[in-house]
């Protein structure tokens, strides 16, 4: 019988017990009990995973399938047709390309952070990762983050794409708060919306943005009260290509548990993605949610800067990037309240990129995780050619903003020796002169300056150079880019909120 339900999984692929039960029942006429008696005495090469589903069901597998795309499949698929917290939690993150910051898991995976007969979302994530399903990964300028066992061998091909999701869901974050502010959706100085040290939440649940609201809807009057209850705005965001009708289902979950606790005020809730697919809009829109997207909330020429952004962040060795992109974003994404300053920080690297193309560097690569056995660091950019590899570390801060001798010597200590390891261990690089450097686009403190000129002058066997607003004009003037001169003095030293006191 061991071989029937080997044959089975042969043709198949993973399966529930409960399945192959059902199998054996139809197709070998035994008996339900004998059927689960032949199932739990299958040989060892029938595998089961550590994990529970409804009725006492395993999810078996053959040894070679373990780890496959349809292991992967059938188990995600198996979860959510018992609805399982599991399948939700599987879902959300693979909608997010399979991995997010871990803080983010208990606003994306469908359960709540605690209530009664609902599976809470650190106890989903403790078993998954238990079971090995799921695992946990530093990422630099991120902290920990949690990916699909799956991507295992590939994970930091997925890193820049998160952290591009990242960086624009927080910027329209911010513009849809501001939007609400306005329209009077929200209370004014009691929204909040997520970021890596803690999330809003209502009541038992996490999300994107939360604030209570005294929209007449949703107000309730307890008796004797002076005043009225609030009600809550409430929404997630996902900003793939296209949401579908099963990556919301995590997002549904989660509001069917809030709405089932007695007390708690009403909401009014949105979902904010680029696209749905008509079946997941439909969805949202027969239970009362509204399926907003970029192009409803803002204009066609933020949705296009919004894209062009995601695109760009995303993508890690860039051949060239045309100066006037980058004055596009700006000007399309700069009404975002807060979003200049932001943008500023992201955008830098590419400025210096290009002005170190122009110039004379053929090979530039952007967010290169340099990885070596005193651990893994991220550059912000290297370029190299025949006689030289130069790490540039980039800070696209206002005048404002001074580097501080506390990020000098991060860099000097914990970053700089990584790279220049990696670069030893590079067979490309290492017999080429080694220079590191320091580029901002503001200011750096008199006690970063002083940690600098010191490891100048004590560091013999590469260079460090650090250049401040004044340096990289000039550099970026000598590559006589007109278009890159223009950006950069339109957005990073002549942009009104960057003037020096």
């Known amino acids: 019988m061991s071989n029937v339900i080997q044959s089975y999984l042969n043709k198949h692929g993973p399966s529930l017990s409960s399945e192959i039960a059902e199998y054996l029942v139809n197709e070998h006429k035994l008996t339900p009990q004998t059927a689960r008696q032949r199932i739990s005495r299958a040989s060892q090469n029938i595998m089961r995973l550590e994990l529970s589903f409804p009725r006492r ?41 399979g991995v997010m910051p871990k803080k983010h898991f208990e606003i994306a995976c469908g359960s709540p952070i605690k209530q009664k007969k609902h599976l809470s979302a650190d106890t989903v994530l403790s078993n ?62 009691q929204v909040a919306i997520r970021d890596i040290d803690k999330n809003p939440t209502v009541s038992t649940t996490a999300w994107d943005l939360a604030g209570p ?81 970029t192009n409803t909330i803002f204009d066609n020429d933020t949705a296009t800067g919004i894209k062009e952004l995601m695109d760009i962040l995303s993508e890690v060795a860039i051949q060239t990037l045309d100066p006037k992109k980058i004055d596009t974003i700006f ?56 006689q030289e590899i130069r790490f540039i ?20 200590a914990e970053q700089v020796p990584i790279f220049r390891a990696y670069a030893l261990s590079h067979t490309d690089w290492k017999d080429k002169k080694m220079i590191f450097e320091f580029w901002t686009s503001s200011l750096f ?38 278009a890159l001169i223009k950006t950069f003095n339109d957005h990073f030293t002549n942009h009104p909120l960057n003037v020096k006191s």
């Open 393 to 412: 570390e980039a800070k696209g801060y206002g005048f404002n903003r001074p580097v501080t001798a506390s990020e000098v010597k991060y860099w000097l």
């Open 57 to 97: 069901a395993k999810f078996l597998f053959l040894k070679q399938q373990a780890g496959m795309g349809i292991y992967w499949s059938r188990l995600e698929s198996a979860l959510l047709a018992t609805n399982s917290a599991y399948g939700f939690a599987i879902t959300s993150l693979n909608e997010r390309g």
């Open 128 to 189: 998954l990762k238990s079971a090995n399903l799921v695992k946990e990964i530093h990422v630099e300028g991120i902290g920990t983050c949690i990916y699909i066992g799956l991507h295992t061998n590939h994970i930091e091909t997925l890193i820049p794409v998160m952290k591009a999701r990242l960086f624009v869901e927080e910027l329209l974050l911010r513009g849809i708060k501001s939007w609400m502010r306005k329209l009077g959706f929200i209370s004014y100085n």
């Open 213 to 293: 609201s005294y929209l007449s809807p949703l107000v309730s009057f307890s008796p004797n009260a002076s005043k009225p209850n609030p009600g809550f705005v409430i929404c997630d965001i996902l900003l793939t290509r296209e949401v579908s009708e099963i990556g919301i289902r995590p997002f549904l979950q989660k509001l069917n548990a809030l709405k089932s606790l007695k007390n708690v005020g009403k909401q009014l809730c949105f979902f904010f993605a680029n696209s749905y697919s008509e079946a997941a809009f439909n969805k949202l829109k027969s239970l009362g949610i509204s399926p907003a997207t």
């Open 445 to 482: 403190s008199d006690e970063a300056i002083e940690k600098l000129n010191k490891a100048q002058h004590n560091t013999k066997k590469y260079q460090i150079v650090y250049r401040d607003s004044e340096n990289v004009s000039d550099e970026i003037n000598s590559s006589g880019n007109k």
């Open 331 to 386: 000007n399309s994404l700069g009404k975002i309240e807060g979003a200049a300053s932001r943008l500023r920080g992201a955008l830098f690297e590419y400025v210096i990129a290009e002005a170190m193309r122009f110039k004379f560097f053929n090979a530039i690569e952007l967010n290169r995780l340099c990885q070596t056995k005193e651990g893994v660091k991220e550059a912000d950019i290297i370029c190299s050619n025949q």
